[in-house]
């Protein structure tokens, strides 16, 4: 694996510091609602469980980010989604002291973790794991050799059998592109 991006340096930090933001309102919303200090105590509980969970998703997201591990994105990418419509009410609200860096987190970690480099970076170690099963699967099926009565690919046993040369890396598009070829079709 390649040395990880500043970028993915950077997303995940910054989901880590809503992350404990997140916890830390979650703490407090709990302990105001054990001391009797909330006016509805129902809906404070939810908010406590909301903000903690959530707030223990996004450190486990910023961790996955940190990991390489490519499911930790979209979370990271939905919880900046849910962020921008929260700093839009909180702007509204006439509470610009939270709504602004909330705005700033959430676009700064959007162009972070969709940036070029840390897609690349955490799509990297899914291709290469794809790239083993195939050559395991080739090792222990012996490979696609008995298609259809010995044609493959439309070819008799022996014809085009020539190893393709090495291909440079894909770009992103590339691979969604052939990966959309792959698709069965209706007819």
């Known amino acids: 694996m390649s040395k990880r991006p ?14 404990l ?19 509805d105590p129902a809906s404070a509980i939810g908010v ?13 997201s910023a961790r996955g ?25 909180l702007w509204q609200s006439e509470r610009p ?26 799509l990297e170690e899914d291709d290469e794991d794809d790239e083993e099963k195939d050559r395991e699967g080739d090792e222990d099926h012996g490979g696609d050799d008995e298609i259809d009565g010995g044609e493959k690919d439309g070819l008799r046993d022996g014809e085009g059998t020539e190893e393709a040369p090495p291909q440079e890396p894909r770009s992103l598009g590339r691979r969604l592109m052939d990966r959309l070829k792959e698709q069965p079709t209706k007819k």
């Open 6 to 19: 500043i970028t993915v340096q950077a997303a995940a930090a910054l989901e880590a510091a809503e992350g």
């Open 21 to 39: 933001v997140a916890v830390g309102f979650g703490v407090y919303t709990g302990v105001e609602t054990a001391a009797g200090a909330a006016v």
């Open 48 to 60: 406590t469980v909301l903000a903690l969970g959530g707030g223990l998703g996004m450190l486990a």
């Open 65 to 89: 980010l940190l990991r390489a591990e490519p499911w930790s994105r979209s979370p990271t990418v939905l919880t900046q989604l849910f962020a921008l419509p929260v700093a839009w009410t």
């Open 97 to 122: 002291a939270i709504a602004i860096p909330l705005a700033l987190v959430a676009v700064l970690a959007l162009v972070t973790v969709l940036s070029p480099p840390s897609t690349a970076w955490l």
